[in-house]
């Protein structure tokens, strides 16, 4: 069965209307745009420049039938990004598939704060829970030379962040590990970040489908008892693998920013601050390990 009225859609412009108006209805009229320019973007390789450009220009039965399949997939609120097989982080298309979440825009914000606080050259990075190793191959990208390794539990995640880093030519080390078993070398980074599971259980039920239906749990939810479980671990094996005055760099969620400022500042850590993202949101919690005197 068909979505798109086939004698509705000849040129681009038209068909572009059509979608627009199909999924308006479902996901909001700035949305429903948003997700057409990438429908465009992922099939044609269009930005929205070369979309409208192409206005009065026929449309395919090649696209048309593109086009009705993402629509049916879209209906069963399937994420765009899967769909397409890649998301946009940081100027750069990074594969994506249900192994791996798909990348934030606020993410995107930490990475931004980390390169703008940290000048220096050739310094040793590490990204735990790298997923779609967006984190770290946009910091290799960005920094000055840093050496950047990533970890990740899944093997099906570092499969799409292995691909993305050649891809996008990043020479980055990555392994298998749990967190809550591996060891870390001592005094020996510049910065670790993560962007670890956050979301308590108990919150499932008011999360959208395209997130909760279609995104690895593993790496979303953590127990309603113990909801900075990963924080801590990741605090615990930092502090000691940091160099005097490494960093660390935390995505968290708004709800615990102050108990985790408390616990990160029970573990020895100083200067630790917590900052919003664009949308006002207590998104990120920085720290520092001290310098002897």
Not at 19 to 34: C, K, N, V
Not at 91 to 120: C, F, H, W, Y
Not at 161 to 166: H, I, L, P
Not at 175 to 185: A, M
Request: net charge negative.
């Amino acid at each position: 069965m068909y979505i798109l009225d086939r004698s509705k859609c000849a040129t681009i412009g038209a068909l572009r209307r059509q979608i627009e108006a199909y999924l308006s209805p479902i996901y909001g009229e700035w949305e429903a745009r948003s997700m057409t320019r990438l429908a465009f973007h992922g099939i044609k390789g269009w930005d929205t420049t070369a979309i409208f450009c192409a206005s009065s220009e026929p449309a395919s039965d090649y696209l048309i039938e593109k086009m009705d399949d993402l629509l049916h997939r879209l209906s069963e609120h399937q994420p765009i990004q899967y769909i397409l097989g890649e998301a946009r982080f940081y100027g750069m298309d990074l594969i994506v598939n249900p192994s791996v979440l798909i990348p934030r825009p606020e993410t995107a914000e930490l990475v931004d704060s980390i390169i703008k606080q940290n000048p220096d050259s050739d310094l040793r990075v590490l990204d735990i829970g790298t997923g779609s190793g967006a984190i770290a191959i946009a910091l290799k990208r960005n920094l000055r030379f840093p050496i950047v390794e990533a970890l990740d539990i899944s093997a099906d995640a570092l499969m799409v962040a292995r691909r993305n880093a050649r891809c996008h030519g990043a020479d980055i080390d990555f392994r298998q590990e749990d967190i809550f078993k591996c060891e870390l070398p001592e005094n020996f980074y510049d910065i670790i970040v993560s962007n670890p599971p956050y979301i308590p259980t108990s919150e499932q039920k008011d999360m959208e489908r395209n997130v909760l239906d279609y995104e690895p749990h593993i790496a979303l939810f953590v127990p309603d008892d113990n909801p900075l479980i990963y924080y801590s671990r990741i605090a615990d094996v930092a502090f000691s693998s940091l160099k005097s005055g490494g960093k660390i760099y935390f995505e968290i969620n708004p709800r615990f920013a102050d108990d985790l400022k408390r616990m990160l500042e029970l573990n020895g850590f100083v200067e630790v601050r917590i900052y919003d993202d664009s949308m006002n949101r207590r998104r990120f919690i920085a720290a520092e390990t001290p310098i002897p005197l």
